[in-house]
């Protein structure tokens, strides 16, 4: 069983990891949970919010996990690598593979901003988000 003070290491941990690649781009990320899936060997569930001011973006990325998107306030726009853009709203879902190049992700409105709830499948310990060429 985990400490409270080995939950908060592990918290501020993850916020260094997933707010580097995001500080220079116009997103507040705020991590929520991480937490080892233990049926799922070497596998850990990461839970995270992002938030874009108006007009805010982040750069080209990738994940290297099964990642979850769900829309919460305003609208996205998400584009993977050899694939369409899309614009999402609230209730709205993305996907993005362990493969994926996370090409475009950014708030669809220059006067709103945008929130976004995301969930991530990935080998423990590995950073979340990676910048790609």
């Known amino acids: 069983m985990r400490t409270w003070k080995a939950v908060q290491a ?5 916020t260094c990891v997933v707010a580097l690649p995001a500080a220079a781009d116009d997103a507040k990320v705020t991590p ?13 569930g990461v839970v995270l919010t992002v938030e874009y001011a108006p007009g805010g973006s982040s750069t080209r990325h990738r994940h290297n996990a099964h990642t979850f998107v ?5 609208s996205v726009v998400m584009q993977v ?5 899309v614009t999402l709203g ?3 879902t993305f996907y993005e593979s362990p493969a994926d190049v996370h090409v475009v ?9 945008a ?12 950073p979340p988000v990676l910048p790609a060429p």
């Open 10 to 14: 592990a918290a501020v941990a993850l």
């Open 32 to 44: 929520l949970m991480a937490r080892d899936l233990t049926d799922i060997g070497g596998k850990e």
């Open 70 to 74: 769900y829309v919460l306030e305003g």
């Open 81 to 85: 690598a050899g694939a369409d853009p």
């Open 90 to 92: 609230p209730g709205q």
């Open 105 to 113: 992700s950014k708030n669809a409105s220059d006067s709103r901003p």
């Open 115 to 126: 929130k976004f709830l995301v969930f991530f499948v990935k080998d423990k310990g590995a």
